[in-house]
């Protein structure tokens, strides 16, 4: 499927009243300005004479290193920060990982635009072994991901899995440290940080299936600017779009957050999705797969698909793992 160039018609109505000044809201770790500079040099070619800043600020997502997402308030605490700035008039959008973004905005909010996607796949991270396969019993494998905890244990029960929190560069600095014998990364964020000879391995979705929106970027911005929507259109990437509303509608069906091991990864094939998704227990004893295509035109049609796999999978007994996690607890 081809990515669309143009901006729509509605866009050529907003470009007779173009942006003057812009701010960027963005959290402060190394990936997020680079992602948050990628989208101002994307503003800056379609608007050159608009003055484009960025508003740095550390969330509680960041300031909480010692203990899980799933413990102490899940994605949002990535984003409830830059939403403030926005509702206050600070900050016009924001630019986050879309695989961060809640399934749910809060009142007032929207998603406006998704751009193309990098690399959605894991990779494994290690100065020692170049696979999962060849790392022997009792290793310990770093990961901030129930999915990917869950996934892991499913297929090594043998190796030692332990959370791993923080930025980028942290994460790192700790395997570099010894603390880990390998660490579970999304490829994307080391790609776009020129990280990619970090990557030992990349961990293809059959193995380890990436979280809904892995990869791709999400502009979020206050409902109530709808001039706001049609300057950032010609940024939308059409394809990406489509795919992560499906992997979404997936996990938005089964309340998909930090607390749920849920992976929901779309792939095209011409102009058929291929929608693929699991739920399962962290410690990989249970899990429910499910998968289907369709021709997608439209983000109605890819939430169709997505609300069709999240089906099969409750069909398949997925509400008896997600009701065995609510009675669990955070893990």
Known sequence: MQAPAQPSSSSAAASRSMPHKLV????????????????????????????VSILGMTTRGDQIL????????????????????????????????????????????????VMEREDPRDALVSAQFA????????????????????ALRSRYPDLVIKPLRGNLDTRLGKLDRGEYGAIILAAAGLKRLGMGDRIRALIEPDSSLPAAGQGALGIEIRSDRPELAEWLAPLNHVPTLL????????????????????????????????????????????NVRAHATAPVESVLAAEQLGAAVAGDLLNQGADAVLAALSTAGPA
Do not use: N
């Not at 010692?66 to 900050?91: C, H, Q, Y």
């Not at 009792?138 to 990961?143: A, K």
């Not at 990864?265 to 999705?273: C, F």
């Open 24 to 51: 960027i809201a963005s959290r402060e770790s190394r990936l997020a300005m680079w992602q948050a500079e990628h989208v101002r040099a994307a503003l800056q070619q379609y608007y050159p004479q608009c003055d």
């Open 131 to 150: 696979s999962l396969d060849e790392m022997p019993a009792g290793t310990v494998v770093g990961t901030s991901s129930l999915r990917r905890e869950a």
């Open 66 to 113: 010692d203990k899980t997402l799933s413990k102490v308030g899940g994605k949002g605490l990535f984003v409830k920060e830059l939403e403030v700035a926005m509702a206050e008039g600070r900050a016009d959008l924001a630019v986050h990982s879309l695989k961060d973004v809640p399934m749910e905005l809060p009142e007032g909010f929207a998603l406006t635009a």
């Open 243 to 286: 795919a992560v509303s499906a992997e979404r509608a997936v996990s938005r069906r089964l309340g998909g957050s930090c607390q749920v091991p849920l992976a929901a990864h779309a792939r095209w094939h011409g102009a058929t999705l291929q929608l693929d998704a699991f739920v399962a227990l962290p410690d990989g004893t249970r």
